[in-house]
């Protein structure tokens, strides 16, 4: 069965205008017609548009915003711009995915994809790589020896119905006129365009020919939107265009001030993923896990209410049912078989060596006494950037063995030089700099221990499965 189709925009759709005209139409704040934005999309693929005027076109977005129907065509015209999936009839109802807009410490996609697999659904997860201060669930695989992101979509299939599951990286034929935008979105300051967020998450989702996604709308210092409010505004263009689409979407309004879980760093998240799906690890990670997988089971009908589908993604955990699922998944994409089962049939001290390590390893001390308000996590991601785990352009080389590890919890009562932070890097030492920037991100208050929230703070559901 062909795994895959080719499709485009109208290859002339009725526009009389010029490129320079939409831009001025926008600019100015009117509505583009369908086939005006078919047109500019068209422009992109077949190379007929100027980069300045994609540029200018992107501004005049960010400025002037697009309705739910613009963002909807905008979408549509991303998507049919490639290769579109195609799976088994048998398949309708499964397809689901999660995607998030990125995080420090997030591993969440390791340990999800295959704990959905496990409860039945197929996942082609189709994943980014980090730029910037955010890590990348593919560079976080890649830590991995022999692991491969780069599937074709015939090898995608095979591995749904092997594994139930795949993370791979986007090709070429997949959406390629948001690839052009991605790229130009990130050196014109239009990056935070809802619009253009919306319609660039939810085409690659399109062609996956999803029945149900949930989106991890991540808010706070360290990512993209400062406020819940400026997140709700995202979440909610999500899930509305995503009902265009035929989507039932989901946004989750989680917070990123402090990482998720207590490690960040490729290959200390692989283990730390790893610990997740053996039934342990932090608190928050799994809860934040088993939280987004229950609200998609539930969606998707594969649960009757939110609470049981937290319940049954949670049980896949502690069953090592969704461990045996990330074992095949290793397997499917490269993974030596010896190497998959010592990561994923041994306790922490037993894969020591298995993944990479770093040469040096430094601790810092608490330098007074008191609460753990907050850890920060942006400082922590900039000064692991510096030390080789991120990139400033598409196709650095990282350093997997670069991380830290967390050695308190927020809430926790500390005392002056309790270890707080664990630095894995290549040495010799860390520089004075490192150090300060390290240690003003710990946040200590002079109030009573406490319990922290959960990092999930809002569920945005889709109209039908309101009231």
């Known amino acids: 069965m062909a795994a895959t189709q080719r499709t485009g925009p109208d290859s002339s759709p009725q526009n009389p205008s010029t490129i320079p005209e939409l831009i001025k139409k926008k600019r100015d704040g009117a509505r583009l017609e369908d086939a005006e934005i078919r047109s500019f999309v068209q422009g992109l693929t077949e190379g007929t548009v100027q980069e300045a005027q994609i540029g200018a076109m992107l501004m005049a977005i960010r400025l002037q915003g697009m309705d739910l129907g613009e963002t909807e065509i905008l979408t549509r015209a991303l998507a049919e711009s490639g290769q579109q999936l195609q799976w088994p009839e048998a398949w309708g109802g499964l397809l689901v995915d999660k995607h998030s807009t990125g995080g420090v410490g997030d591993k969440v996609s390791l340990v999800l994809a295959p704990a959905l697999a496990a409860c039945g659904c197929k996942v082609p997860m189709i994943s980014g790589r980090g730029l910037g201060h955010t890590g990348g669930t593919l560079d976080k695989l890649e830590a991995i020896p022999g692991f491969s992101v780069v599937q074709s979509p015939e090898q995608m299939q095979e591995l749904l119905e092997r594994v139930g599951c795949c993370i791979v990286g986007q090709s070429r034929e997949l959406v390629p006129a948001d690839g052009i935008l991605y790229a130009i979105r990130d050196v014109t300051a239009t990056v935070d365009s809802l619009p253009l967020i919306t319609a660039s998450i939810l085409s690659k989702k ?217 630095v894995h890097h290549k040495g010799p030492s860390l520089s004075p700099s490192h150090h300060q920037k390290l240690q003003e991100a710990l946040k200590l208050s002079d109030g009573a221990p406490f319990v922290p929230d959960p990092c999930l703070r809002e569920l945005i559901l889709p109209p039908s499965m309101k009231g």
Request: aromatic share 2%.
């Open 206 to 422: 399109a062609v996956e020919r999803l029945s149900t996604l949930v989106v991890d709308v991540k808010f706070g210092e360290a990512a993209i939107f400062p406020s819940q409010e400026r997140a709700r505004e995202l979440a909610q263009a999500l899930v509305g265009v995503g009902a265009r689409l035929g989507i039932r979407v989901a946004a989750a309004l989680t917070t990123m001030d402090s990482p998720l879980g207590r490690c960040v760093g490729h290959g200390l998240e692989v283990e730390e993923a790893l610990q997740c799906l053996e039934g342990g690890g932090p608190t928050d990670l799994r809860d934040l896990v088993t939280q987004l997988g229950g609200s998609l089971l539930w969606l998707n009908g594969q649960a009757p209410t939110l609470t049981k589908g937290v319940a049954q993604l949670g049980a896949m955990l502690d069953s090592g049912s969704a461990l045996g699922r990330f074992q095949a998944m290793l397997e499917a994409q490269g993974v030596a078989s010896d190497l998959a089962q010592a990561l994923c049939s041994g306790s922490s001290a037993q894969r020591q060596g298995l993944l990479p390590t770093a040469p040096f390893k430094d601790e810092l001390r608490a330098a007074s006494e008191g609460t753990v308000q907050m850890i920060q996590a942006l400082p922590l991601a900039q000064v692991l950037h510096e030390l080789g785990a991120g990139r400033t352009r598409a196709g650095e080389p990282l350093h997997h063995d670069v991380g830290l590890e967390l050695l308190v919890t927020i809430g926790q009562r500390l005392s002056a030089g309790t270890p707080w932070i664990r």
